[in-house]
């Protein structure tokens, strides 16, 4: 394995049962990038997130995260993600700081230096110890980042990491997740249907629809190799044109 490769999906397929979501999908993320997942409602980002993570399984191909195989060494390879599928929850009533004590509990050796240390990652240090209620969703947003963070993964994983926040909060995560990855080589893997989002934030894009993946490239290259000047437009074309083959 290339060690600048830190997660690598290669030929995976996924049916429930007799309907398949995903087509032989073939990508990998190398170390210290952001790459977006984008793709419409019901594509398969979740689905093929919660395969990456071991949260379900898949019939065909192989995921590998730092080298680890997901379903022949899930221990080694879990170890190495942090992710936040959905809204993270956390204990409303017990402070920032408290929570990331309790899931600090999960893993071995996490200190109260390392917890620190994510809250200060994720500039919560001086609201850590209010407690969860007061925080606004974008603050929440954060903590769930910090928590990700706790056991220094090489990969995490953000499904829809913007949803339901606001300008304000959007801007402030998208800002985090690239000073993380600049600052920190941290590599992320956000999956979004929300165009800008992973136009402004990501690296790399890999397009998917309807379970196939379209296109994977930067957008610069996306749009050079067919010959579109924006992405939005370049987006509902692609789309548009998968969508037509099976009419
Ligand atoms: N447990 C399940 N059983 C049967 N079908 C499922 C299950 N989970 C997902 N699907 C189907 O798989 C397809 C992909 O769904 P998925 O939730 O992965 O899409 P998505 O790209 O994450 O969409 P969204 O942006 O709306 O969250 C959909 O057709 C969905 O109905």
């Not at 398969?44 to 730092?66: A, E, W, Y």
């Not at 997901?70 to 942090?82: N, P």
């Not at 600090?104 to 609201?127: C, F, H, P, S, W």
Request: glycine fraction near 6%.
């Amino acid at each position: 394995m290339n060690d600048n490769v830190v997660l690598q999906v290669n030929n995976v397929a996924k049916s429930f049962a007799k309907n398949k979501v995903i087509h032989d999908i073939t990508f990998e993320v190398r170390q210290g990038e952001v790459y977006g997942f984008l793709g419409p409602n019901g594509a398969g980002k979740t689905t093929l997130v919660r395969m990456m993570l071991g949260l379900i399984d898949f019939q065909q191909g192989i995921i590998k995260i730092h080298g680890h195989d997901i379903k022949k060494d899930f221990k080694s390879a879990v170890r190495e993600v942090g992710a936040i599928v959905e809204t993270p929850y956390f204990y409303p009533y017990m402070s920032g700081y408290d929570n990331l004590r309790l899931a600090a509990n999960v893993y071995d050796g996490v200190t109260k230096e390392n917890i620190d240390e994510v809250l200060e990652m994720v500039q919560m240090k001086k609201r850590s110890k209010d407690k969860v209620r007061t925080y606004s969703l974008g603050m929440r947003q954060r903590l769930g980042i910090a928590r990700a963070l706790l056991h220094k993964p090489k990969l995490v994983i953000l499904d829809e990491p913007t949803n339901g926040l606001d300008p304000q909060g959007m801007r402030e995560i998208r800002e985090l997740i690239r000073q993380l990855a600049i600052e920190r080589d941290i590599t992320f893997f956000i999956s979004s249907h929300l165009l800008k989002e992973v136009e402004v934030t990501c690296d790399r894009v890999a397009i998917l629809n309807e379970g196939k993946l379209l296109a994977t490239g930067t957008v610069q290259e996306l749009l050079k190799e067919a010959n579109a000047d924006n992405f939005e437009d370049y987006f509902i074309e692609l789309t548009k044109k998968e969508r037509e083959l099976h009419v």
